[in-house]
């Protein structure tokens, strides 16, 4: 959380954990403040920042930077500051604290809310396809999350194919710079704060292994891709093959695949190695997809995996070989371990 005013400014981050797609969008907005503050036309005159416990991104860039670090909550604010910011902070804030700000407390949202409010919007915007995203910046609301006032939003086009880390990285640049420009005009964006439209609202709930099981007979191509655009580079998208977790890695995408028989249809999962380009293809519902490596008890090329595991069942003709050659959507439930250990948001 950040506290902003045209005579200072201060900033939360949570802690703990490995760095998340939050800490970079966090930190880009601090860092654009940082730089307002000896520009020309300086709308942050001082900058301080309040991070919880522990090392997280937001208070190494505040103190590489000379900036004020305070443990949160924040004590002695009482007139010092003319408005608070939170960027991706994940505590409720009291009406109390919110008070102590004449403009109150202001939020910057990688979505365009109503939309995707929660803690992984970035992720779900990319796993559910959505052509067009944005940031928004809004007023907190005592004890809730993502449901205050607009101040004001900016639409960005999501390129095909994009992943989540690219996304996160425009929006990041996009929403710093908003906030500046919001900051600017800030009693007449308050003035005219509308509040979000009561229909499509959606939740974006954090990211964890159970998401990347891939279910071959439910997934088309384009919903496989997205998913591995989404959290692919966090969490490998899974399978099962003989009862052994398998992980999906290099992901190259939709694969063209001409069978003997023109008619027959793969069932989904089945495997086809293809020599020329070292990818196994994989059917899914409505074509197949390709990797070019998976793990098993190590990392294997294409290759070695068809070569040491895959041949022999796949030529061998009874049902029981085909059966095991296939790769296996896995039944729900019993991940509960994989999402204590993976989960993020």
């Not at 300086?42 to 590489?64: H, I, M, N, S, W």
């Not at 900036?67 to 409720?92: A, N």
Request: charged share 20%.
């Amino acid at each position: 959380m950040w506290l902003l005013g045209r005579t200072a400014a201060l900033r939360c981050q949570r802690a703990g954990g490995r760095p998340r797609p939050a800490d970079h969008f966090a930190v880009e907005s601090l860092k654009v403040l940082t730089s307002n503050r000896s520009s020309s036309g300086r709308v942050v005159e001082t900058l301080e920042v309040v991070a919880l416990p522990g090392d997280v991104p937001v208070k190494r860039f505040a103190l590489q930077n000379q900036l004020p670090v305070h443990s949160w909550p924040p004590h002695s604010v009482d007139g010092q500051f003319d408005v608070g910011v939170v960027v991706s902070f994940g505590c409720l804030l009291p009406e109390k604290l919110i008070n102590k700000f004449p403009h109150g407390i202001l939020n910057v949202h990688p979505s365009l809310l109503p939309r995707w409010r929660g803690p992984a919007p970035i992720f779900h915007t990319i796993m559910n396809g959505d052509a067009v995203t944005g940031v928004s910046i809004i007023q907190i609301r005592p004890h809730r999350f993502d449901v205050g006032p607009l101040l004001q939003q900016e639409l960005h086009q999501v390129p095909e194919g994009c992943t989540a880390d690219q996304l996160e990285a425009a929006l990041s640049s996009k929403g710093a710079h908003l906030l500046v420009d919001t900051l600017r005009t800030l009693s007449e964006r308050i003035a005219h704060k509308r509040e979000q439209s009561q229909s499509g609202g959606t939740f974006a709930p954090k990211i964890n292994a159970s998401m990347s099981w891939v279910e071959w007979e439910e997934q088309t191509c384009d919903q496989i891709s997205r998913l591995h655009c989404a959290i692919g580079s966090r969490i490998p998208l899974r399978t099962t093959w003989k009862g052994r977790t398998i992980k999906l890695l290099d992901f190259v995408g939709r694969c063209h695949i001409s069978l003997l028989d023109e008619r027959s249809r793969a069932a989904p999962g089945s495997v086809s190695y293809q020599k020329e380009s070292d990818t196994l293809a994989v059917s899914c519902k409505d074509g197949w997809v390709g990797f070019r490596s998976v793990g098993l008890k190590k990392r294997l090329t294409a290759g070695d995996f068809y070569n040491g595991y895959l041949h022999q069942t796949l030529h061998r003709k009874s049902a029981c070989d085909i059966t095991r050659a296939l790769f296996i959507t896995r039944k729900h439930g019993g991940d509960a371990k994989d999402m204590r250990e993976n989960s993020t948001s």
